[in-house]
Nanobody
Framework: QVQFVESGGGLVQPGGSLRLSCAAS????????MGWYRQAPGNQRELVAR???????NYADTVKGRFTISRDNAKNTVYLQMNSLKPEDTAVYYC????????WGQGTQVTVSS
């Protein structure tokens, strides 16, 4: 059974930084593209960044230049470094494969507020 466990969220002031981590289990992690997704209240879940098995990355326009996705295949972990955070980045952040499968974790709350 594939599972994802997200951590690292919190409350941060605008302009601050956070690093999210996601531990994956239940599959051969290195074979799959992984993504970070987020869902703000009243909004649909959206993809913010993805990383494929060869390390290539793509970002949503709203986070490009501020967020960096990376992976450590030896640790079955994917990271999201978030810099220059804005109030509109406030959301619950999830990781999953890309394309996503029906195995969402609990997510980690990121709140950007002064």
């Amino acid at each position: 059974q594939v599972q994802f466990v997200e951590s690292g969220g919190g409350l941060v002031q605008p302009g601050g930084s956070l690093r999210l981590s996601c531990a994956a289990s239940g599959s051969i992690f290195s074979l799959y593209a992984m993504g970070w997704y987020r869902q703000a209240p009243g909004n649909q879940r959206e993809l913010v960044a993805r990383i494929v098995s060869d390390g290539s990355t793509n970002y949503a326009d709203t986070v490009k230049g501020r967020f960096t996705i990376s992976r450590d295949n030896a640790k079955n972990t994917v990271y999201l470094q978030m810099n220059s955070l804005k109030p509109e980045d406030t959301a619950v952040y999830y990781c999953n494969r890309w394309p996503a499968i029906a195995a969402w974790g609990q997510g980690t709350q990121v709140t950007v507020s002064s």
